[in-house]
């Protein structure tokens, strides 16, 4: 079962303008979410995270907005340039027996964005 | 390192073939996770160490899949008798502590041919 999901494959976007990336989840005991950027060739990179006692954090030009009744998160980016040009992964942590407080993480499937100049 | 390095960088073996996928952490990180990330898919949870204590292997998808890290640092993936599905980008990350945005290295590709 996909317990965090990611129901774009793909989005384009115009340089300057808002990108913004959506993310589901099912597991409700889910207490930390996390965005990173993935380039081909590289590893994830960690971009911007929040804690389940707050519905927003913003970081520079990222802000992301957690709606927990809906258990649904998304990542801002504004303005949006061509070097954000990469795959995003949403990722959970908190969830599952045995306690998952080290930090393992569930991800979704990705989101290529794609900003043209 | 500055880094998590990862080696080697690409990896194709023949279906039967045993495999050894290497990952330095960061210096002094106590935290060590391994990802599967099939393609077109999110990284997937493998297993997760503390210093050289493997406290969760609830990921690695059969027997044939082994981690160490005997002294803390370096771990060592290793698959045996290699299957076609195997194929996939092995990840590996490390953090310091308790901290959710840790460190991945660029991975290695294994392609069972």
């Known amino acids: 079962d996909q317990q965090v999901k990611q129901n774009s494959p793909s989005l384009s976007v115009q340089e300057g303008r808002i990108s913004i990336l959506n993310c589901d989840y099912t597991?409700?005991?889910?207490?930390?979410f996390l965005w990173y950027k993935k380039y081909p060739a590289e590893g994830p990179t960690f971009l911007i995270s929040?804690?389940?006692?707050?519905d927003k954090n913003e970081d520079g030009r990222f802000t992301v907005f957690l709606n927990k009744s809906a258990k649904h998160l998304s990542l801002h980016i504004v303005p949006s340039q061509p070097g954000d040009s990469a795959v995003y992964f949403c990722?959970?942590?908190?969830?599952?027996?045995?306690?998952?407080?080290?930090?393992?993480?569930?991800f979704g499937q990705g989101t290529i964005l794609t900003v043209h100049p | 390192g500055a880094g998590v390095s990862q080696s080697p960088r690409y990896k194709v073996a023949k279906r039967g073939q045993d495999v050894a996928l290497r990952c330095d952490p960061i210096?002094?990180?106590?935290?060590l996770f391994w990802y599967q990330q099939a393609l077109g898919q999110g990284p997937e949870f493998l297993t997760y160490?503390?210093?050289?204590?493997?406290?969760?292997k609830s990921g690695l998808p059969s027997d044939r899949f082994f981690a160490e890290r005997p002294e803390g640092s370096v771990s060592t993936l290793k698959i045996q008798r290699t299957q076609q599905e195997d194929s996939a980008v092995y990840l590996c990350?490390?953090?310091?502590?308790?901290?959710?945005?840790?460190?991945f290295g660029s991975g290695t590709r294994l392609t069972v041919v």
């Open positions: 597991n409700s005991m889910f207490d930390y």
């Open positions: 210096s002094g990180h106590v935290s």
């Open positions: 990722a959970a942590s908190g969830g599952g027996a045995g306690g998952t407080s080290y930090g393992k993480l569930t």
């Open positions: 160490f503390q210093n050289e204590a493997q406290l969760d």
């Open positions: 929040i804690s389940s006692i707050k």
């Open positions: 990350a490390s953090t310091i502590g308790v901290n959710y945005g840790y460190t």
